[in-house]
């Protein structure tokens, strides 16, 4: 096995600790900690020859979109047991009519809303419990704005240990509460946003022996980098010009920007795509600390947007992202929840739908193409964070009264009125 330890990210301190502490900050300074590895000697073409040759095995191992790519993630001994529910190997659809409308652009979707429970944090939470339980853990906590939630409920059940979620009363979508606790997870409802509900967390965790498991444990991000791999893999090896992503408390980006980085220093990669970041306006406080040039996240107190994903104010991961977005170049961008929703309309044409704040990453390209800052025939690959099914209430919400007149019609159960109905309605289209 590699040697692996923890490094803070602060170019101020970047001191090595033992991964054995588990710590989820730098001990010395309180940065935000990097799993890292000595590598050693790779072989590129051996080694995406031996990802391509396991797609053909039945072993659950490698049937996982994370751990078929164990060579990136070696943190676990040979032999430990493994937590998985063959999350990844998600599809990459194109999705040219959203192209269109959004430059035109050669446009694809990462959708990961093809993972077991929904949305790319299993790729995350596979890694972090698989850690968990070679830790010890009894009980895995996070606090969530919801998808975190149902994964780690998911893979908890799954390791046999037990889950407690944070989550803010009331913020969360039906789908996802209703997911945890079909997995059994005890959900303690506090506070009114997700920033309350971590801190809160945050100090309780260590007097109970809670195993944290929200995106500032660096194996989470371990897992959710996997992507990258699995992406460039599905495109022959070629980069993109561009990858978008939505963010929230930027545990995404960051993983992104970590498996880009890592995949050019061992030579898988010849290019590094350039990152786009897409927040919501309303909960955009990273788009604001870049735009303003600020030192220290400028945090907002009372986040708000729809999409309830990326309803975050105080964005844990912020430097990994602004580290993230050094490494790759790029952009950050915010939108707003009118853009997000035409962006989520024009996705459905294509057949592809999503969560509201996986949509961002489409509002984000067009308005970046409009301002040319993105080149109009860019090569872009937008990840799609969640699955339509995630907030039913929100497409109900959306698709009613004035925008779904037309589109829902209630008749009498007698056939005369049956056909005047539809022969109005077909007639109209
Ligand atoms: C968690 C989540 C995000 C935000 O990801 P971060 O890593 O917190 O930036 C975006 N979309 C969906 C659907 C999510 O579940
Ligand atoms: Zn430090």
Known sequence: MSCTYLQCIEESCGRRQDPAADLHSCAFCGGLLDVKYDFGPVEPLNLRQTWRQRRLSDDPIDRSGVWRFRELV???????????LSEGFTPLVGTPRA??????????????GANLTGSFKDIGMTACITRAVARGARWVACASTGNTSSSMAAYAARAGIK?????PLNQISAPKLAQALDFGALVVEVGNNFDAAFRLLLEVAPELGLYLVNSINPFRIEGQKTIVPEMLEQRGWRSPDYIAVPGGNLGNSSAIGKGLHELKDLGLIEKIPRLVIVQAAGASPFWETLRTGANELLAIEDPHTEA?????????????AKR?????????????????SKAKEVLAHDGVACEPASATTLAGVRKLVQAGKIEKGADIVCVLTGHQLKDTEYILRHRAGEKARGQRIQVEPELNSLRRELQRALGGR
Do not use: Y
């Not at 192209?99 to 990961?112: D, Y």
């Not at 889950?163 to 989550?167: D, G, P, Y």
């Not at 993230?324 to 997000?340: H, R």
């Open 74 to 84: 070696p943190f676990v001994d040979p032999g430990a047991r493994i937590i998985t």
């Open 99 to 112: 192209g269109e409308w959004a430059g035109p652009v050669n446009l694809t979707v990462k959708h990961q």
């Open 163 to 167: 889950a407690l979620l944070f989550v």
């Open 308 to 320: 309830s994903a990326i309803r975050i104010g105080h964005p844990a991961n912020w430097k990994k």
């Open 324 to 340: 993230a977005l050094e490494w790759a170049g790029g952009f950050c961008e915010s939108v707003t929840d009118e853009e997000i």
